[in-house]
């Protein structure tokens, strides 16, 4: 190519690049070459571009270790890449039950050493708030927390130390408890699934969100109503996305990422989805598509009901009779018998019946009494309420029953506090079109039998609350332990609840709690009004933060306490979103980086009890050694995981080498696929009738209505033209740990969004900055900028959780785009379930352009 | 003494402007956009210097060398203006390179698709040929008396040359753009002929600045170039304010490239875009008209002033702004960028100036330019 | 051994989860993890994939990577050759030891699919070094790889079998701005 111009070789100089840059500055250079010399210049350069050139080869490969990932609770299998003695990499493992990998993952080589690690304990040295710390050793830092606490526990009790968590070590929880002597180890689910888990053990007997989930893999049609998919477990995604017969909708008020592919996306208005659900459930039965058999034989469907909702029992028509042996209206012999004995049962039996004491009670079937719920919310009626036309209930509740759709039963739920009745008619939905625990419809998951990590247990008259490893501690050492917690004092069903831990920090109500470990977790991002947050840390005598990076909450902490995080330690669990029983393993991937000095939060938990109340650790099998860590690691971590694995495969029937080996070389063991079509068809659910209970009698003995109802979200609707919705969920990218990490500043959407509609009305643009105050909390106002996207329905403003708004001071000087955005927790004011105790996290707003 | 003090002057001026090139190249930032002011600042050098040769020697190929000859003794002042401004067109361009010592690389890989590639060879051919036609000037001159040199036919061969590879230089370079179907804007046909046009103007305008002052006290000298430059800066401003009209409308009925062209029309860049129009296309041709009616050497310079920095703000608004929009891979979906002059930037061009100022002078000091002048020593040399 | 790889994203999958951003800036841009502004060009990390959304009517997304033209741009307009078609591999590849850093590629590509590396001031785009390494051993691009949603295929064009000619022959594909001649070499199913 170079002949074009370059025609004449007239000179030869012998000059190397070098000696060429040297001698001459380029423009000189470029004057002193004489297009004959150019030819020269030509294969000059080109022999030392091939001599600069790299072998290709030099590339080093990194070294993967299968793993699990904690970077946000899901626990999904990896294969973690080490080179260089750090970790660079994250894949999934191929043929793992529940296969990474989103975008948390793909960060974890930014977390190891990263800037906003605690790398070494810390304690307060300024006002708590200021967040000023010092570096102390180990040894004095927990000396001084087990002093306090002895302090504490001598004013006020055992029970005034409370524990709060999420994911990260709780299956350790139970074990706190009772080291500390408290009963209140409170998780974070009254923000989270609570909602949904005691629909579930209502409805199908099993609260856990991932003990029963949509067959993503065989689905045909899948309904998401409160559940984005796209925001968590990424397991589930590939099976869906792997099953190309799917065809997924998602009823959300913002388009979750999912609908960017396929999946139809029907905006509704926040707070909406009982009545959403309702409808549909009014057209599969007005319609008749409903599947009578299933409902017949495997639900409480046909149970007759009473005038007062309790249902019709043995005991109501005989003397003698089961109080807990339900009746139904058998067609074939026109009778009332007990459900078990009928052949068919009718499900639109109403009538009158003579009871025992000859008194006449007039009963109507729990199926009868849904339709008749159900009729509230006719399509024009939700359509009304929802804001999604009839046209679209009535096609999705065709194509629901046509397709035997599964509705996914939801997880990160808590938003509006309504979802309760919401995941209830989610579950009835699923029930209509018979499609539990069958192939592509809600399925449960086949038990691991991972035993749990204490346990009580009675021998010779005494009980003893016994751990896995072998270790045991008699009852008069625990009595505080087993009492009810402050949170379930309060509310009935609760599983976790923390505001009532708040409520006793600052009130005393019902009793006064102290010292707060703070473990893994976040209440100031994941608890409403975290004003209220921070005021119960003021007051607190002792607060410890547990964690891996530096959070929000560590500003009001007393003591910092590094932890591990999931590449430096072990650990061995159930796999926890897959359908089948399957132990997956954490493993210790690489030593600490070499400045840090963390610990497992399990070790300081001891390492403090040990001090504070030696004879409770030692009952709880610890030893003095262990306060050597290298010793925890080797025997203590070891011992526990040995117990487990023992455990496992005594149940399960298989070498325990061969589950160690299968651990080690692919991060899993799967103990048994999932078997369809077992509850409740062979063996009973965790009802009181033992089958799926449309009308859930459970609730009808907490006080609570069985069937599920519309009423507004727990917060004063928007009504002026400047008044919004504000929802929030979390993206592919968020979890505590990963918002504060580099890439956030780039992937995280910290922008307000709002629909275009709404911005042309208000004269907003993309970008511009508006004030965000809450209705219900006034006062409480952040600043945002806005996105302006059809992504969001008109009239509600949409904000990532758990991403932006941070106010510690450290994130402020290090991670200043963690700073932009909302942290909706503090516009969203505290309103409880009165029995279930969940909470909304949305709320509504007042915004004004700056 | 006087001219060692000159001398000595200029030579600090080029190492001061050696020093803040380097001192910027070592202070380089990525932006948004890819190509900064020192683009649109090499080409206002390569422009100003080929428009420069274009206008003063061009007419001679017809001619026209003026009533007495004056344009031919106008050649070597042109002529070293022009090889002269080239250089810091290079140094601009180099050092907005990441590896400028790598420009050898266009030489030995060259790739004739490649229009930057040519850009190098023109540029070379260019300024060898300037030099060429400066020494043989020059030397053909050292053998005649004083006074206004002679008509010679090597002249003209290399003149034809010269004009040649210009009209390539500017036109090719207009191509190194309109050939880039990432910015709409860019790739129209109307930038052959707006970079022509813009390039005579800057010429003209740069030779009548130049001239102006080096012939300070020569009023025949000087009417002459108020006279000739203050036509050309006049006529080829029209060509060129019509010419902008036409791109404009071309883009109106192109709606991707509009978006552009708007934005120098009512949108950020607007004030930047009208504000040089009026000065050089409105207020420049008026001082230059003033300046031929009443043989003013002042208003010519003013006119020149004006018309350098418009056709400087032109080359940037021409450059930057379409480089603010690209149309996404999905359609209807445009992702906009921001530009501001970076420090390196500023210290780079600023190097290239005083590079530009010290060579301009140090040629006046050291060469035989004005008519009169004539090589005593090494044969170029005054 | 010749061949002709090219790649597949498909956007009715993708959950926008960014993994294939994350992985693909970690591995072949590891010195610049800390870097606060890594990537200015695009506003975004140092990464090889750019998120392009749109906001308006029905919301839409692609994350976007080199396309791996036959007829690039960006080897047009490259002044040294630096910038070259591999024909033993089909990548469009950069040769730095000859990038002089003039980015014309990088206003040349239609896509942007290019980005300025803010220490080497040189063009950086897909596919990187740890990719390269990964396919020499016959393992899957990081961004193939790590794809949780079976959004992203990559493989031999050439080769009637590659998972990539069968998706290809399945879904409705479509290739991106290809009325400018460029030829790409990344298909796109459209969401």
């Not at chain 1, 022999?47 to 290709?56: K, R, Y």
């Not at chain 2, 003090?5 to 090139?21: C, D, K, N, P, R």
């Not at chain 2, 036609?133 to 010679?152: D, F, N, Q, R, T």
């Not at chain 2, 480089?323 to 960028?337: L, M, N």
Request: charged share 20%; aromatic share 10%.
């Amino acid at each position: 190519m170079g002949d074009i111009i370059l025609k004449n070789e007239q000179e030869k100089i012998k000059l190397t690049r070098r000696d060429f840059l040297k001698t001459a500055a380029f423009t000189a250079l470029a004057l002193s070459i004489p297009s004959g010399g150019l030819k020269l210049l030509e294969s000059l350069t080109e022999s030392e571009a091939l001599s600069e050139q790299a072998p290709t080869s030099a590339q080093p490969l990194p070294a993967y270790i299968a793993t699990s990932c904690g970077m946000c609770g899901g626990s999904c299998g990896i294969k973690v890449g080490i080179l260089n003695n750090k970790p660079v990499a994250a894949v999934p493992i191929e043929g793992h039950p529940q296969p990474g990998l989103c975008g948390r993952a793909a960060m974890l080589p930014w977390l190891y050493d990263n800037a906003l690690r605690l790398k070494k304990p810390m304690k307060r040295v300024g006002n708590r708030g200021e967040g000023s710390f010092q570096e102390i050793p180990w040894d004095q830092a927990l000396n001084e927390i087990a002093s306090k606490l002895k302090e504490i526990v001598s004013k006020y009790g055992y029970k005034s130390i409370a524990i709060t968590y999420h994911d990260c070590w709780s299956s350790y929880i139970p074990l706190f408890t009772y080291l500390f002597g408290t009963p209140n180890g409170i998780p974070h689910v009254s923000t989270c699934h609570l909602a949904g888990s005691a629909a579930r053990s209502q409805v199908l007997g099993i609260a856990g969100p991932n003990l029963v989930d949509p067959d993503y893999e065989n689905a045909s049609y899948l309904l998401l109503i409160g559940r984005s998919l796209s925001t968590g477990i990424m397991g589930q995604v590939q099976r869906a996305r792997s099953n190309s017969k799917l065809r997924i909708v998602v009823v959300d008020p913002r388009m979750p990422e999912i609908s960017f592919g396929n999946a139809e996306w029907i905006p509704i208005i926040p707070g909406t989805d009982p009545a959403f659900v309702l409808s549909l459930i009014n057209v599969i039965i007005e319609e008749g598509l409903y599947d009578a058999n299933f409902l017949k034989k495997y639900t409480n469907a046909p149970f007759l009901i009473k005038q007062d909702g309790k249902p019709l029992t043995e005991a109501d028509v005989k003397q003698g009779g089961s109080s807990t042996t339900y009746m139904v209206y058998d067609s074939s012999s026109s009778s009332i018998v007990p459900y078990t004995s009928a052949s068919q049962p009718d499900l639109n039996y109403q009538g009158n019946v003579t009871l025992a004491d000859g008194s006449t009670a007039s009963v109507k079937t729990a199926f009868l009494l849904l339709k008749d719920r159900a009729s509230q919310y006719s399509p024009s009626n939700a359509s009304k309420i929802t804001g999604v036309d009839e046209d679209t209930i009535r096609r999705i509740a065709r194509e629901f029953a046509l397709y035997r759709g599964v509705a996914d039963d939801t997880w990160y739920a808590a938003k509006n506090g309504n979802e309760y009745d919401a995941v209830k008619g989610i579950l009835i939905l699923n029930a209509l079109v018979g499609n539990i625990d069958a192939m592509g419809g809600l399925v449960f998951q086949e038990s691991a039998g991972i035993p749990s990590i204490i346990t009580l247990v009675t021998s010779g008259g005494k009980t003893y609350a016994k751990t896995i490893y072998g270790a045991s501690m008699p009852q008069e050492m625990f009595a505080d332990s087993t009492q009810k917690r402050v949170d379930q004092l309060k509310y009935k069903l609760t599983l976790g609840t923390f505001d009532a831990v708040l409520d006793a920090i600052l009130k005393d109500d019902p009793y006064p709690i102290r010292a707060l470990f703070v473990i893994g977790t976040t209440p100031i991002l994941r608890d409403m009004n975290a004003s209220k947050v921070i005021e119960a840390y003021k007051k607190l005598d002792l607060v410890v933060f547990i964690n891996v990076l530096y959070q929000d909450d560590a500003d009001y902490a007393d003591y910092i306490l590094p932890d591990t995080t999931f590449l430096e330690r072990d650990e061995i669990f159930a796999t926890k979103w897959t359908p089948h029983a399957v132990v997956q393993m954490t493993r210790k991937v690489i030593e600490p980086p070499e400045d840090s000095d963390p610990r497992e939060a399990v070790w300081a938990m001891f390492e403090i009890a040990r001090r504070a109340f030696p004879e409770r650790a030692y009952a709880l099998g610890w030893k003095d050694e262990y306060a050597d860590y290298s010793k925890f690691e080797s025997q203590f971590v070891p011992s526990v995981i040995d117990a487990i694995l023992n455990s496992v495969s005594s149940k399960w029937n298989v070498s325990k080498d061969r589950i160690k080996q299968e651990l080690e070389t692919n991060g899993f063991y799967l103990l048994k696929r999932k078997s369809y079509y077992s509850r409740p068809y062979k063996s009973p659910v965790g009802t009181p009738s033992g089958r799926v209970e449309i009308y859930p009698l459970a609730a009808l003995a907490s006080g609570l209505d069985p069937l599920p109802s519309y009423s507004p979200p727990a917060y004063t609707l928007p009504s002026a033209p400047n008044e919004f919705y504000l929802v929030n969920s979390k993206s592919p990218t968020t979890s505590l740990t990963a918002t504060i990490l580099e890439p956030s500043k780039f992937l995280e959407d910290r922008k307000v969004w709002m629909n275009p509609k709404d911005a042309s009305r208000l004269g907003i643009s993309d970008g511009d900055a508006i004030e965000i105050e809450s209705i219900d909390l006034p006062g409480a106002k952040v600043i945002a900028e806005v996105r302006v996207t059809n992504r969001v329905r008109e009239g509600v403003l949409y904000t990532r959780a758990q991403a932006g708004g941070r106010r510690a001071k450290k994130l402020v000087a290090m991670r200043h785009f963690s700073t932009n955005g909302v942290n909706p927790e503090f516009l969203a004011k505290v309103s409880l379930h009165p029995i279930i105790g969940y909470g909304a996290t949305n709320c509504s707003v007042r915004i004004r352009k700056l | 003494m006087k001219r060692i003090f000159a001398v000595t002057l200029s030579l600090i001026a080029l190492i001061v402007g050696l020093v803040l090139g380097i001192v910027g190249f070592g202070r380089k930032e990525v932006g948004e956009i890819a190509w900064g002011f020192l683009v649109p600042g090499y080409m206002f050098f390569a422009m100003t210097a080929a428009g420069a040769a274009l206008v003063t020697l061009a007419p001679s190929l017809f001619g026209y060398e003026g009533r007495d000859g004056e344009l031919r003794s106008l050649r070597k002042l042109a002529l070293w203006f022009a090889a002269g401004t080239l250089i810091p067109s290079w140094f601009l361009i180099l050092l907005d390179l990441s590896n400028p010592g790598g420009f050898i690389y266009i030489f030995s890989g060259f790739n004739p698709d490649s229009r930057i590639a040519w850009m190098a060879a023109l540029y070379l051919t260019t300024f060898v040929v300037l030099i060429a036609e400066l020494i043989y000037a020059i030397v053909k001159e050292s053998k005649e008396a004083e006074g206004v040199p002679k008509k010679a036919m090597g002249a003209i061969i290399l003149t034809m040359i010269g004009t040649v590879v210009e009209l390539m230089l500017v036109s090719n370079l207009s191509q190194v753009f309109g050939v880039i179907q990432t910015f709409p804007a860019w790739h129209g046909s109307y930038m052959v002929a707006i970079f022509i046009s813009t390039s005579l103007v800057l010429g003209a305008a740069g030779m009548g600045l130049f001239g102006s002052l080096v012939m300070k006290g020569r009023e025949k000298e000087r009417r002459f170039i108020t006279s000739y430059y203050g036509k050309m800066l006049i006529a080829a401003s029209l060509a060129l304010a019509f010419l902008l009209f036409w791109a404009f409308l071309s883009a109106y009925f192109d709606p991707m490239a509009w978006i552009s062209f708007k934005k120098m029309l009512d949108g950020s860049y607007s004030i930047a875009f009208w504000s040089a129009a009026f000065i050089g296309l409105v207020i420049s041709p008026i001082l230059a008209g003033i300046a031929l009616s009443r043989k003013s050497a002042a208003s010519l310079m003013a006119s020149s002033a004006l018309s350098l920095i418009f056709g400087l703000t032109l080359l940037y608004l021409l450059i930057i702004v379409p480089q603010t929009t690209f149309f996404e891979v999905i359609p209807g979906v445009v992702r906009e960028s921001t530009y501001a002059i970076g420090t390196a930037e500023i210290l780079i061009a600023l190097g290239g100036a005083f590079i530009w100022g010290a060579l301009i002078a140090l040629g006046f000091i050291l060469l035989p330019l004005l008519p009169e002048e004539r090589a005593r020593k090494l044969f170029i040399f005054k | 051994m010749m061949v002709r790889y090219g790649f597949l994203y498909d956007e009715s999958r993708c959950i926008s989860c960014y993994a294939c951003i994350v992985a693909c800036s970690s591995n072949n841009y590891p010195e610049l993890m800390e870097d606060p502004n890594p990537n200015i060009f695009w506003g975004t990390m140092a990464t090889n994939i750019r998120i392009v959304i749109k906001e308006q009517g029905r919301p839409e997304q692609i994350l976007l990577s080199c396309q791996h033209c036959e007829r690039p741009p960006c080897v047009e307009v490259c002044p040294t050759g630096a910038s070259h078609v591999d024909r033993s591999n089909g990548f469009v590849e950069i040769d730095y030891d000859k990038c002089i850093g003039c980015k014309a590629c990088i206003t040349a590509c239609p896509y942007n699919a290019r980005w300025i590396h803010p220490i080497k001031l040189k063009p950086m785009k897909c596919i990187g070094d740890a990719c390269k390494a990964r396919i020499a051993k016959g393992e899957m691009p990081f961004c193939v790889e790590v794809c949780p949603a079976e959004a992203r295929v990559f493989g031999d064009l050439d080769d009637p079998n590659s998972e990539i000619n069968k998706r290809i022959a399945s879904a409705k594909t479509v290739k991106i701005k290809e009325y400018l001649g460029t030829e790409p070499k990344f298909y796109v199913v459209r969401g």
